[in-house]
């Protein structure tokens, strides 16, 4: 439906295609037509849980959606999707029945609301904001500002993070959900806008308090759970902002196939020359990484999320820093043309733009290894000598994605993990249970049992490593090489979700993804992201890849897990030679 709305990207008529979309970056404006359309299909209802009336079922549908919306544009994700996600969850998770109530009927009206959490004074040092919420004539006495959230001068409500206690520490701060219409005219100000190098449509901007009352009920849970409730919360959405973020990689993607298929130099396609086809390759196998890595993070938030604090730091801390790389490395295919801002290939250079901030909103890379930091000794004490093979019952629909899923407790998220790691625990176990199936999928060398056999090694060093790691180097204070340990086992998290969702795929005939070079590519990605080897993907399984890529972008079907078809073509683009070989055709 989405889609079918969305219509053709490169129709030069199209109001929501990417000349469109471009024309509105240079504007600094959001793409009026494109928000119109999320209107349209109720984009805010899918945030809403069903059992409030919205339908929001599962997360997986959700970010897909939202990823949609990324992969036509990057702005119109962030800026009219995601916020209404980033408040929603606070509420889900620590709101009374009152509040649910209440903000589930202004997202089923199609009303907005912001998410005001950071201050400029203090970035993601959360415990340390100072808008101020003070007890006062019954109710609170707001005073201070907030200066860069998105949509908050045309929000209907706000969840505001503010201090309510002057001690110091993780007690101090509480959410407020707040409608505009309740405040009183005179005791707040809206501040300008802020203008940004990349989603230069998000509308960007700030509020500011002058001892204004709110009633005290407007408190979300109990005062001074504000801190938790984020940790816990904001899991649900370190997870979307990757998974979203995925539609912007596929769409840079999708152009630099195109370009390389219609450029010509030496009497070729540009996509004929070997080196080409590599970086085009790596981008897409990066990319699947990052999907196995965020769609397993999805399904654990349902099916554990007591583990959930630590699979969506690595989701949030991995994965954009993979399409990011993914996406410059495109740049260089595009030569010259990614430098141009208008054109046929223009929206290279905003994709990268738009991309980069994916690495620092929300929870920086920094803060998100923060939060993996504290927690490796004890997964690395109670988790990854795993005494004996864990029961696969529970497992299996962790890694078969598309399949359905309970709806998510919000309550049962934990701001820790208590040393459970089940996905890291399921390393080992994955060699001995694929041992054979890996060694019969193909003749030659058994080249995804070899990658395992180095990722055990680094997960048997890394387990030494952390667990002998000391309580002042898991802080903010960490020397560079402890923040390395945090990297080396979201490298390794990833891992494991790769190898599983290969082997769910094992029995589905038409898989791509079923193929000994898929997880040979992936797995080289990672061992290579981890530092044990180069990561270039050897030149069959470059060639591999390349010939999906190109099927896909001639069937018009996604680059993710899913490989779902886009829309009936009205527009070719430019001449498609002939794909060179056949690999299955997925689901
Ligand atoms: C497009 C956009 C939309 C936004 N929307 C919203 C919104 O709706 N609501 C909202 O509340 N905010 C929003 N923000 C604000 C955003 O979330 C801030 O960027 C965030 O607070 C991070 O602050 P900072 O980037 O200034 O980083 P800082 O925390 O100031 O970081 C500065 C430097 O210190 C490093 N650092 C930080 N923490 C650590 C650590 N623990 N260990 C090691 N190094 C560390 C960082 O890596 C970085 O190099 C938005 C920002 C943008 C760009």
Known sequence: MLEHLLGEPWDPHNPVGLLAVLAADERAEPLAAGERILDEIGLRAHVVPATLGGRLTGLDHLFQLLRAVCRRDPALGFGYGLNSLMAGVNIWTSGSPGQQRALADLLLAGRQVACAYHELDHGNDLARMDLSATPGGGGWQLNGRKEMI??????DAIVLYARTSTQPGSRSHSQFYLTRSELERHSYRML??????????????????????????????????GLETAMRSFQITRVAVPAMAIGAADLALREGVRYARGRRLYGRAVADLPLVRSELATTFADLLVADCLTAVGTRMLHLRPHEGSTVAAACKYLAPHLLIAGVRRLSSVLGSQFYLRSGEHGVLQKLVRDLQPTAFVHASAA????????????????????????????FSNLFRIGAALPPVDFGALTVGSAGAD?????????RDRYHERLARSRGGPNRPAELIGVLLAELAELTDDCAGLRPNQTGATAMPAAYRLAHRYAVLLAASACLHVWAEQLDDAAAFDRDERWLTAVLTRLTGAAGRTTGALPEDVAGYLFEELTRRYEEDRTLDLLGAPLRPRAVAPASCPAPTAAAGVRR
């Open 150 to 155: 998105t949509n908050i001068a045309r929000a």
């Open 367 to 394: 803060t998100c290894q923060l939060t993996l930091l504290p927690q490796l000794p004890l997964l690395a004490r109670r988790a990854w000598r795993p005494a004996s093979e864990p029961d696969p019952g529970p």
């Open 422 to 430: 089940s996905l890291v625990a399921a390393l080992p176990w994955a």
């Open 192 to 225: 300008p806008r802020y203008r940004t190098a990349g989603l230069r449509g998000v509308q960007l901007a700030g509020i500011e308090f002058f001892d204004s009352r709110v009633p005290a009920d407007r408190v979300v849970g109990r005062a001074g759970l």
